[in-house]
Nanobody
Framework: QVQLVESGGGLVQPGGSLRLACAAS????????MGWYRQAPGNQRELVATTTSGGSTNYADSVKGRFTISRDNAKNTVYLQMNSLKPQDTAVYYC???????????WGQGTQVTVSS
């Protein structure tokens, strides 16, 4: 079992930056594919970015060049650096962990990001 706890959300003005963090409990964090998803009111949950155990990354087109996902395996933590934020980035951001050996998935509770002037 893996527990994921997100932090770093909040209110920011357009053009501003935020850094989200997701701390994972449990063992073998380094083998997990970690990701960030988001869900805006009335919308489906969508992929924002992922990072594999090998360090490969993938981004939604809407955030490429603005967001950066990274991981610190020593701290069991994955980060999402968000720059040049736009009002359309407003959503609840969820941390996700995928165990590729057993095909199981875990979700965090989510953290609210609001981009507004």
């Amino acid at each position: 079992q893996v527990q994921l706890v997100e932090s770093g959300g909040g209110l920011v003005q357009p053009g501003g930056s935020l850094r989200l963090a997701c701390a994972a409990s449990g063992n073998f964090f380094s083998i997990y594919t970690m990701g960030w998803y988001r869900q805006a009111p009335g919308n489906q949950r969508e992929l924002v970015a992922t990072t594999t155990s090998g360090g490969s990354t993938n981004y939604a087109d809407s955030v490429k060049g603005r967001f950066t996902i990274s991981r610190d395996n020593a701290k069991n933590t994955v980060y999402l650096q968000m720059n040049s934020l736009k009002p359309q980035d407003t959503a609840v951001y969820y941390c996700h962990a995928h165990n590729p050996l057993f095909g199981v998935d875990f979700w965090g509770q989510g953290t609210q990001v609001t981009v507004s002037s």
